[in-house]
């Protein structure tokens, strides 16, 4: 990838001054190897670091490739045209004081900055970033201290501080990168635009991000589902409890935050998402340095058993599956253990084990065809050979090259050099059982997942949207009716009374028992003022409820528009789900399925995913609940009707993709039994 390998860099803003950023990157190209031509440039002439320094850069003969910019900011719009002038390919503006400064100076300067570069065609890289790094070529034009160690990782990070931390930890835990861009402001190329970079970059395996905000969730996925076919991508992706901390109108925006879209972007794009600093690490050293697991069956080899348990259960969380090994392996793996070892999955070489005994174990699992994976959990006991089991483990790893291994060397100073060895030759360690099966769970071959092509019916679009026109906020209730209609989406026998006898009237005509729900624009959710009343049997519960309801009411929301109280059929029993809708700034339209009723928000058991899905797709969904024992059939029920979820899914899909005014969308609850899906309640808050 000849784009950031410039065969010449020029540092605009170099400086004698030891203390100034213009004096460290010059200094780091200069003396951390960088073969290119190298320009120091400041108006003052000279001589810094052994190198002629020139006024401007039209004082320079040659081509210059890159341009690092480290001028202050009301300087760098004019530097930027000369750059655009000399035929600049790259302009990298570590400079800050722009629009992350949320001024109008800073503001504009940005813009102007952005146009000059599309002007002269330019990458831009910033403004208001740490610099850019090719470890390959002795590259560090940067601020960094230190090259980080040649490899095969390219870590684009929005945070130039979380880039150097974990460029720190290169050295000490043997991970290598291939290239580390640092991209600031994204004023002109952002996170899709670097995927796409390092997606073309014949020394990247791995692609690490870390991002703050993304701009065009849309296209985000859609260019991560193309390169994760290809490379491995991992997300650390911060600020995702902003958006749900500003309540949202309804529980599926409560529920989703901007977690839920981060969350199903991954899914659907086949991302590797970390939640932490530390799993990312953990990622992308297992990932850069292990080859796939082709199935999802792994073996442990442990010499304590509460950690085996432990891995055994993490194993379990991972998806990942331990059949027993095959009889004839298990008869010659006994001759090398003693009687109290176990030889089933996992096997235990007990607490006294040398290295001989790890041996047979790697070499029986190495050679069952049922094992595609293992997992070496040691402790140090008094009488381990620590650093001779971890060379059994890297010379278990090279005879089985297509096996992934990962390890669990448990303890501190005890296990330090094993460790040690064990990252030198590419086996990642993880301190805890858990953290290690995680890994391996991740070497799993995934991708995007890919979806039948739909046509969008125009005709119910054009429908649906002239129902909506007009509208804004809560829709009433015949607006709702009228518009689910379109998409098959029933609601239960109902009608609205503004008055008693209204309702009693209504009562009759659907059929006791009925249930009253409180209507109004300004009351979102009724149970929380005491606007339900269920199960009424005859007219005399009726009265009551309605005159309670409207008490009630008046307490709690003295200031609420009140539309009168909906009468509707009284449902069989069934377990209470929610299917939701909403639209995220970056993703665009969203569905959700989870548990409901009231434990909507206290369990928060909710799936997201980005609209449109096709059936496929709402199947997935649905095993990522934790209630989804409760669809299966527990305690002698039967299973609910999974299909008409599916079904429901698909149609609120097509509705959110449909009528893009629609803001949120609430079915909450869902009534769902063998018998059926019967939709409760629904809320559509328009925009």
Not at 200 to 220: A, C, H, N, W
Not at 589 to 616: H, K, N, S
Request: proline share 5%; glycine share 8%; aromatic share 4%.
């Amino acid at each position: 990838m000849a784009t950031f390998e410039p065969k010449s860099v020029a540092v605009i803003g170099a400086s004698a001054s030891e203390h100034k950023v213009g004096h460290m990157i010059l200094r780091n190209l200069i003396e951390q190897g960088y073969a290119g031509d190298i320009y120091p440039i400041n108006p003052k002439g000279g001589e810094i670091l052994g190198k002629t320094v020139y006024t401007s850069l039209d004082d320079i003969s040659g081509d210059v490739e890159m341009a690092v910019v480290v001028t202050p900011a009301p300087t760098v719009t004019a530097v930027a045209e000369e750059c655009g002038k000399k035929g600049v390919e790259w302009l990298v503006v570590i400079t800050a004081g722009f629009s992350e400064v949320h001024t109008d100076d800073g503001k504009k300067m940005e813009d102007e900055l952005v146009k000059i570069a599309k002007k002269y065609k330019m990458n831009l890289v910033g403004p208001n970033c740490l610099g850019v790094l090719r470890p390959s070529v002795k590259m560090n034009a940067s601020f960094a201290k230190d090259m980080p160690l040649d490899g095969n990782i390219a870590l684009v990070s929005q945070s130039g501080a979380m880039a150097v931390a974990l460029m720190d930890s290169s050295t000490p835990l043997h991970i290598g990168y291939s290239l580390i861009l640092s991209i600031g402001n994204k004023s002109a190329m952002d996170e899709c635009d670097y995927l796409e970079l390092c997606e073309k970059d014949e020394k990247t395996k791995v692609i690490g991000m870390y991002l703050e905000s993304i701009k065009d969730g849309q296209r985000f996925v859609e260019v991560a589902s193309r390169v994760s076919k290809t490379k491995h991508i991992v997300l650390l992706k911060s600020g995702v409890s902003e958006h749900g901390k500003k309540a949202a109108s309804s529980h599926t925006g409560a529920l989703a935050g901007s977690d839920g879209a981060i969350q199903a972007a991954c899914v659907q794009a086949g991302i590797h998402r970390a939640h932490t600093s530390q799993q990312f690490l953990g990622l992308l050293r297992t990932l850069s340095n292990q080859p796939a697991l082709l199935s999802r069956n792994i073996a442990i080899i442990t010499n304590a058993g509460g950690p085996g348990i432990l891995a055994t259960d993490a194993a379990a969380i991972a998806g990942l599956k331990m059949p027993a090994l095959n009889e004839k392996i298990v008869a010659k793996l006994r001759e090398s253990l003693p009687s109290s070892a176990s030889t089933v999955n996992p096997i235990d070489v007990i607490g006294d084990a040398l290295e001989d005994r790890y041996i047979a174990a790697l070499e029986a699992c190495g050679k069952d065809p049922n094992i595609d994976g293992i997992a070496v959990i040691l402790t140090p006991q008094v009488m381990t050979p620590c650093t001779k089991i971890a060379q059994a483990v890297i010379d278990a790893a090279k005879k089985s090259s297509l096996m992934p291994i990962v390890t669990s060397f448990m303890g501190g100073d005890t296990v330090d050099e094993a460790v040690d060895l064990l990252a030198k030759n590419g086996v990642p360690n993880f301190d805890t059982p858990e953290r290690a099966l995680e890994a391996l769970g991740s070497l799993k071959e995934r991708g995007a997942k890919t979806q039948e092509s739909r046509t969008q019916n125009t005709e119910r679009a054009s429908k649906a949207n002239a129902v909506i026109k007009g509208n804004k906020g809560l829709l009433d209730q015949d607006t709702t009716e009228a518009l689910l209609k379109l998409y098959s989406i029933p609601l239960p026998k109902q009608g609205v009374a503004t008055n008693e006898e209204e309702a009693r009237v209504l009562a009759e005509k659907i059929g006791y028992p009925v249930i009253a729900k409180i209507m109004s624009p300004q009351i979102i959710h009724k149970t929380d003022v005491g606007g339900i009343r269920g199960n009424l049997q005859n007219d005399d519960d009726l009265a009551a409820a309605f005159q309670d309801i409207m008490r009630n009411a008046e307490v709690h929301m003295p200031d609420a528009t009140i539309e009168g109280i909906l009468i509707q059929k009284f449902l069989p029993v069934g377990n209470e789900f929610i299917l939701g809708g909403l639209r995220d700034p970056s993703f665009g339209p969203m569905v959700m399925v989870g548990l409901g009723g009231i434990y909507t928000e206290l369990f928060a058991d909710a799936v997201f995913r980005i609209a449109p899905i096709d059936e496929r797709e709402a199947y997935c969904m649905l095993p990522e609940l934790k209630s989804w024992k409760l669809l299966l059939g527990m305690r002698g029920q039967l299973q609910s009707d999974i299909e008409g979820i599916v079904q429901a899914l698909v149609s609120l899909s097509e509705l959110m993709e449909e009528c893009t005014s629609i803001k949120e969308i609430d079915f909450n609850p869902i009534l769902v039994s063998s018998e059926g899906v019967i939709f409760a309640d629904a809320k559509i808050v328009v925009d």
